[in-house]
T-cell receptor, first 110, second 118 residues
């Protein structure tokens, strides 16, 4: 079962930053936080992952709290193409599979 | 950017028939996976494959399923005798995953094969 809790849906205005929260209060020291998204029945798309430190790439930023019990994915300037289901996943460093939960359905409003 | 490719994009078959879903993972990746997603439901793990053998499988992956890496590039999922409830999107994924590396590498997914069993 997924080890994370996410809101089922969120809205964000186009051009604004989308901040997607995730709780993972039972995360252990060797588990990474991963974010994926799925755009309308396409394959899940990798966004970003991190262990302890905040991470940024060309798609998004990942902010992990100091106690690692929660994180936030930030899409800095949301566009209509960012409308998707976003999955926050906890993955053990030595484990190879990932387990998807229900995710957050993000609606970008024009 | 390299990507995972899956063929066919859509497959229709009759109940009881065998189907083979094909995937070409990213070329230097070592771990391979199959997932499925029934319409309106979560993406579910089926099986992972490493070093030419199954490393882990879920309860869904019963005796009617098998996987194979017949050559250096393809990774296949076979369903021996399809049932109506096998209708789903099937996603292949691959991961670089060097076991001696401390780097935790992400899975990269293909865009899936939609299997319809009639």
């Amino acid at each position: 079962d997924a080890k994370t809790t996410q809101p089922p849906s969120m809205d964000c205005a186009e051009g604004r930053a989308a901040n997607l929260p995730c709780n993972h209060s039972t995360i252990s020291g060797n588990e990474y936080v991963y974010w994926y998204r799925q755009i309308h029945s396409q394959g899940p798309q990798y966004i970003i992952h991190g262990l302890k430190n905040n991470e940024t790439n060309e798609m998004a930023s990942l902010i992990i709290t100091e106690d690692r019990k929660s994180s936030t994915l930030i899409l800095p300037h949301a566009t209509l193409r960012d409308t998707a289901v976003y999955y926050c996943i906890v993955r053990e460093g030595r484990d190879d599979k990932i387990i998807f939960g229900k995710g957050t359905r993000l609606h970008i409003l024009p | 950017e390299p990507e995972v490719t899956q063929t066919p994009s859509h497959q229709v078959t009759q109940m009881g028939q065998e189907v083979i879903l094909r995937c070409v993972p990213i070329s230097n990746h070592l771990y391979f996976y199959w997932y499925r997603q029934i319409l309106g439901q979560k993406v579910e793990f089926l099986v992972s494959f490493y070093n030419n053998e199954i490393s882990e499988k879920s309860e869904i992956f019963d005796d009617q399923f098998s996987v194979e890496r017949p050559d250096g590039s393809n990774f296949t999922l076979k369903i021996r005798s399809t049932k109506l409830e096998d209708s789903a999107m099937y996603f292949c994924a691959s991961c670089w995953g060097q076991p001696q590396s401390s780097y935790n590498s992400p899975l990269h997914f293909g865009n899936g094969t939609r299997l319809t069993v009639t």
